[in-house]
């Protein structure tokens, strides 16, 4: 089993950054484990949808079109963790964001997600 910890959401600007990070225990995906793991978010009355995602070894990220170029993920398997920096925000990027991982699968869908944490909040006021 796997848990996912997010942290790092609050309240913003219009234009502000925010870092978020996730902390996996329980199993690791280092080196020799493939794995991704990502960032989706929520907004209210709306589906969750996916945000970024990372390879295992960090070499290869994909994002959504909406955070493309304001957007970096990275991974630090030693420690287990996966961030995402989030700069020139708008009040559209206002959700709850998870933490989303999967030892075989990319996670760009909701369906290829095994592991999900418990959401931070991320308000942007305009």
């Known amino acids: 089993q796997v848990q996912l910890v997010e942290s790092g959401g609050g309240l913003v600007q219009a234009g502000g950054s925010l870092r978020l990070s996730c902390a996996a225990s329980?199993?690791?995906?280092?080196?020799?484990?493939?794995?991704?793991m990502g960032w989706f978010r929520q907004a209210p009355g709306k589906e969750r949808e996916f945000v970024a995602v990372?390879?295992?070894?960090?070499?290869?990220?994909r994002y959504a079109d909406s955070v493309k170029g304001r957007s970096t993920i990275s991974r630090d398997n030693a420690k287990n963790t996966v961030n995402l920096q989030m700069n020139s925000l708008k009040p559209e990027d206002t959700a709850v964001y998870y933490c989303?991982?999967?030892?075989?699968?990319?996670?760009?869908?909701?369906?290829?997600?095994?592991?999900w944490g418990q959401g931070t909040q991320v308000t942007v006021s305009s």
């Open positions: 989303a991982a999967d030892p075989t699968r990319v996670v760009v869908t909701t369906n290829s997600v095994s592991y």
């Open positions: 990372i390879n295992w070894s960090g070499r290869w990220t």
């Open positions: 329980g199993r690791t995906f280092s080196s020799g484990s493939m794995g991704s």
